[in-house]
């Protein structure tokens, strides 16, 4: 347990499980991970060609590292810069129980950590990306720091297709729908799909996969 930027945070263990909890609110576990390895291999399976140092990946939230793990797997992913604002979360990942759970991926020399807000980042850097995968809160429909909520906004859209290369891919993932966001992605990128993965219960995941034009 430990003092976050959102509040308490704090790993807890569930049979041979881990589940990550925020100010008492349940935000994500070790259990599945089908829909998080979703949203890195929805962009890196149509980044098509690129130098042979493979693509520039950002995935914006490390959570328990399954989005990480799936892009290092990937072939044609050849760096993956990580933004984490929750140091606890990624001392969890480094040295912590987490690290067994995706086979030691923060070790990998192709990862750079940035420990810092994504909004924030994203709005001081220079740096472009062949695709951003985001996993920050619970997506766009609510979240548990009131500050994310900023990410999903059209100005925040913006931000992140400014923030990709010509014809890079963004993906996003959502606890569930969001008509709403999907308007903002549609009056920004050139190409918008969803993607959806069932749940043990509740409504299913949402991957939402957005194209930027060259």
Same mark, same amino acid.
């Given at each position: 347990?430990?003092?976050?930027?959102?509040?308490?945070?704090?790993?807890?263990?569930?049979?041979?499980?881990?589940?990550?909890?925020?100010?008492?609110?349940?935000?994500?576990?070790?259990?599945?991970?089908?829909?998080?390895?979703?949203?890195?291999?929805?962009?890196?399976?149509?980044?098509?060609?690129?130098?042979?140092?493979?693509?520039?990946?950002?995935?914006?939230?490390?959570?328990? =590292?399954?989005?990480?793990?799936?892009?290092? &797997?990937?072939? %044609?992913?050849?760096? $993956?810069? *990580? #933004? @984490?604002?929750?140091?606890?979360?990624?001392?969890?990942?480094?040295? =912590?129980?987490?690290?067994?759970?995706?086979? &030691?991926?923060? %070790?990998?020399?192709? $990862?750079? *950590? #940035? @420990?810092?807000?994504?909004?924030?980042?994203?709005?001081?850097?220079?740096?472009?990306?062949?695709?951003?995968?985001? &996993?920050?809160?619970?997506?766009?429909?609510?979240? *548990?720091?009131?500050?994310?909520?900023?990410?999903?906004?059209?100005?925040?859209?913006?931000?992140?297709?400014?923030?990709?290369?010509?014809?890079?891919?963004?993906?996003?993932?959502?606890?569930?729908?969001?008509?709403?966001?999907?308007?903002?992605?549609?009056?920004?990128?050139?190409?918008?799909?969803?993607?959806?993965?069932?749940?043990?219960?509740?409504?299913?995941?949402?991957?939402?996969?957005?194209?930027?034009?060259?």
């Amino acid at each position: 347990m430990a003092d976050g930027v959102c509040g308490v945070i704090a790993l807890r263990s569930a049979d041979e499980h881990y589940e990550v909890i925020a100010d008492g609110m349940f935000l994500m576990d070790t259990r599945d991970g089908e829909s998080e390895r979703l949203m890195v291999t929805s962009v890196a399976d149509e980044i098509g060609a690129r130098p042979a140092g493979g693509a520039r990946i950002l995935i914006g939230g490390l959570g328990v =590292g399954c989005s990480l793990r799936a892009a290092l &797997d990937h072939p %044609a992913v050849g760096e $993956v810069v *990580v #933004v @984490e604002r929750e140091k606890a979360v990624v001392a969890w990942n480094t040295t =912590g129980p987490l690290r067994q759970v995706h086979g &030691d991926a923060l %070790a990998d020399e192709r $990862v750079r *950590v #940035v @420990e810092a807000d994504l909004l924030e980042w994203l709005g001081r850097t220079d740096e472009r990306f062949d695709a951003l995968c985001l &996993d920050i809160d619970n997506g766009p429909t609510w979240t *548990v720091s009131a500050s994310n909520a900023e990410l999903y906004t059209s100005d925040g859209v913006e931000l992140m297709w400014s923030r990709l290369r010509a014809g890079g891919l963004l993906s996003v993932w959502g606890a569930q729908d969001d008509a709403t966001f999907t308007a903002r992605l549609r009056a920004q990128f050139t190409e918008v799909r969803t993607e959806t993965v069932a749940v043990r219960r509740g409504e299913p995941d949402v991957v939402w996969v957005a194209r930027r034009g060259r």
